[in-house]
């Protein structure tokens, strides 16, 4: 099979690539090759059975056309500042004017015109004091927040747009590997479950997300990709009351705050914010399951969560970090039986495991009600878990109550982000043909970087 411009992934790195192609009237083919299905048939069951059902063979909430995006709670941060380190790449300016461009598109084919963030300079200027004052660094970004059911109508709309310019959208497909010839990439072979097919082309884009992450770095290692040790975050899902997050979530919807708390100094961060949002679960092909978390337009939980992340990275010898990452969240599934384990903040503080009765009597109702009460200390690594409560406990200066006897740690939240590609700013790699795009490339962490990577990576293909 032939085709000019080969896709692999239709997250948002890919989509925004074939977007800008045919906004710079680009006459090229362009073939998108996603693993998933379309966004019309990603359905997940657990709205039914109550329970994840750990769908093969993949999941849904993960995989398909728009990626993670779809069934995430749909935040596009509108500042250079946050979403990885593409700018160090591309220069702040060219990133900032890039990340304005691509919201205008997402506004075109219907984000909320609102922007959450913005308007109150007196009150972030009091959070920021007190971040200060708890030697934390507040980064305030300006959020459209789409929804998770508003994403999903936003990249449907998309997906039509893309199938109606031409652009060939060959769903239920796998990429199993790269064609070489030299250091040279010819395309890609690719798998339906029944037969093998390779694809040939001009150019090939490798946007995988986060969730091809682990696939693409041992691309790396087995074709000699040039690529530098990536980053894995370990963390936890944190979720309290609305009450207790009230004034950060109406001045800032996402407060995004950034530590490096003694002994260890890893870097700490808050992410992913959900004002009346929901715990959810999501499984990795490995029967792995993780924990993330997202929010709706229209309905609303009682609580509010977010993500503690803290940054491991690693130096020689060892270089599988998303491997050893893997391994944490496998200990903690097994001593959730395979599900997403949940525990107070202060149990952790007292040494002691949650049971399932504390839980029903606290103000904090679990919104993940398949989550198992336990310990999630006996899984997680020391300098892990130590950072998490030390940073918890100074965020708790900026927000009262956070770190409240009732507040719930939910884990495994992980983040895989590849091993960073090395790339030039026109994001050519050192083989010919082959450009790495969005998370799967440890430039981005996110919808909005990933879709400018893509709009840019448009624009020199067209």
């Excluded at 220069?91 to 304005?100: L, P, S, V, Y």
């Excluded at 913005?118 to 007190?130: A, F, L, M």
């Excluded at 798998?191 to 041992?218: I, K, P």
């Excluded at 026109?426 to 430039?443: A, E, V, Y």
Aim: some cysteine; overall charge negative.
């Amino acid at each position: 099979m032939k085709t000019d411009v080969l896709i692999i992934g239709a997250g948002p790195a890919g989509i925004f690539t074939a977007i800008e192609m045919i906004r710079n009237g680009s006459r090229k083919k362009i073939t998108i090759i996603e693993k998933g299905a379309s966004i019309e048939h990603r359905k997940c069951p657990k709205a039914a059975t109550g329970k994840c059902m750990n769908c093969k063979p993949y999941c849904h909430i993960t995989t398909g056309f728009s990626g993670a995006g779809a069934f995430s709670d749909g935040k596009l941060s509108l500042s250079c500042e946050v979403g990885g380190s593409l700018p160090e790449l591309i220069g702040t300016e060219k990133a900032q004017k890039t990340i304005e461009y691509v919201d205008k598109i997402y506004l075109e084919f219907g984000a909320d015109k609102n922007v959450e963030g913005v308007g109150h300079p007196d009150e972030v200027k009091e959070i920021r004091k007190r971040a200060i004052q708890a030697g934390l660094k507040l980064v305030d970004c300006p959020i459209r927040h789409l929804g998770t059911e508003k994403a999903q109508d936003i990249y449907l709309a998309i997906e039509r747009y893309l199938a109606d310019s031409g652009v060939e959208l060959r769903f239920g497909e796998e990429c199993t590997d790269l064609i070489f010839d030299g250091e040279q990439c010819l395309g890609a072979s690719v798998s339906d479950g029944r037969s093998h097919t390779e694809w040939y082309a001009d150019e090939t884009v490798v946007a995988t997300g986060r969730r091809g992450a682990d696939w693409l770095e041992s691309l790396c290692e087995a074709h000699g990709i040039a690529h530098l040790p990536g980053t894995v975050d370990i963390g936890v899902r944190v979720e309290v009351r609305n009450e207790v997050m009230e004034f950060v979530n109406r001045v800032l919807y996402e407060s995004k705050l950034i530590g490096y708390p003694r002994p260890f100094k890893n870097k700490v961060r808050t992410f992913c914010q959900n004002p009346g949002g929901f715990v959810s679960q999501e499984n990795y092909d490995n029967d792995l399951a993780v924990v993330n978390g997202h929010s709706y337009k229209q309905v609303k939980s009682e609580n509010t969560n977010l993500a503690i992340l803290c940054s491991h990275n690693f130096t020689y010898p060892f270089n599988q970090p998303i491997a050893y990452a893997q391994k944490v969240g496998e200990l903690t599934n097994m001593l959730a039986d395979g599900s997403i384990l949940v525990q107070r903040f202060g149990d952790i503080l007292d040494g002691k495991r949650t049971w399932e009765k504390e839980l029903s009597q606290s103000n904090v109702r679990p919104t993940l009600p398949d989550a198992v009460a336990g310990d999630i200390t006996a899984a997680l690594p020391y300098r892990s878990m130590t950072n998490i409560i030390n940073f918890i406990q100074a965020a708790d200066l900026v927000v009262p109550g956070l770190a409240s006897y009732e507040t719930l740690l939910y884990s495994p939240e992980l983040k895989f982000y590849s091993n960073k590609i090395k790339m030039d700013e026109d994001f050519t790699t050192n083989i010919r043909g082959l450009h790495c795009l969005g998370d799967s490339s440890g430039w981005t962490r996110g919808l909005m970087m990933a879709s400018i990577m893509g709009a840019l990576m448009g624009r020199k293909l067209a």
